[in-house]
């Protein structure tokens, strides 16, 4: 079947505007993360959903940053009042969920541009 | 927290030949997996091959194999046979098998290794 796929590709905005990232998991994975690659800080876990259990959001950098998911299914991203900072590859990836043998699966990710 | 450390920022290998791929880690838990993920250009992680800490085997797939050492808390990636196709980013990561608090499924990752293979 058909892989994680995330929107848009590339994404370019202004300091101060809201984005909006989305993620779309492979189909039947309950468990939904969300990482950011950047050049200075490398890959950090942003975010975790897991089924309808509270989402993780130990590694959100700031309350700027804001995620739900819909339904089990599709995740958005939510960037408000956007920082330089903030430019950065945003990575999707989801699983199956069974925990001892779950291996996560990523999307082709979202470049985030800040002027 | 965990720390995935790979001490080889960048590696190269002429075509058919072998280059192993250096990844250390730091934890003081027993159970967990250990993983190689690829990068290329295009940015989507592909997964190479994973590891289960409670297995002595190394696992290996296709051409590509590892060397875990838990003791050591080393897991080395070896490809052998080297293709153009393999250039790429090789990120070495970490998942707990735990089942509690905040590091429940995420992946702690390493800086990366930047291969490149000359024909």
């Known amino acids: 079947g058909a892989g994680v796929s995330q929107s848009p590709s590339n994404k370019v905005t202004e300091k101060g505007k809201d984005v909006e990232l989305r993620c779309d998991p492979i189909s039947g994975h309950t468990a939904l993360y969300w990482y950011r690659q950047s050049l200075g800080q490398g890959l950090e876990f942003l975010i975790y959903?897991?089924?309808?259990?509270?989402?993780?959001k130990s590694g959100l950098p700031s309350d700027r940053f804001s995620a739900e998911r819909t339904g089990g299914s599709v995740s958005t991203l939510t960037i408000q009042r956007t920082q330089q900072e903030d430019s950065a590859v945003y990575l999707c990836?989801?699983?199956?969920?069974?925990?001892?043998?779950?291996?996560?699966?990523f999307g082709p990710g979202t470049r985030l541009t800040v002027l | 927290a965990q720390t995935v450390t790979q001490s080889q920022p960048e590696m190269s290998v002429q075509e058919a030949e072998t280059v192993t791929l250096s990844c250390t880690y730091d934890t003081s838990e027993s159970d967990y997996y250990l993983f190689w993920y690829k990068q290329p250009p295009s940015r989507q992680m592909i997964l190479v091959i994973r590891?289960?800490?409670?297995?002595?085997q190394n696992a290996t797939e296709n051409r590509f194999s590892v060397n875990f050492q838990k003791a050591a808390k080393s897991f080395s990636l070896k490809i052998s046979d080297s293709q153009l196709g393999d250039a790429a980013m090789y990120f070495c990561?970490?998942?707990?098998?735990?089942?509690?608090?905040?590091?429940?499924?995420?992946?702690?990752f390493g800086r990366g290794t930047q291969l490149t293979v000359w024909p």
């Open positions: 990836a989801s699983s199956l969920g069974g925990f001892r043998t779950d291996t996560q699966y």
């Open positions: 590891q289960e800490a409670y297995k002595q």
């Open positions: 959903f897991q089924g309808n259990s509270a989402p993780d």
């Open positions: 990561a970490y998942r707990s098998a735990r089942a509690r608090g905040s590091t429940l499924g995420r992946l702690y």
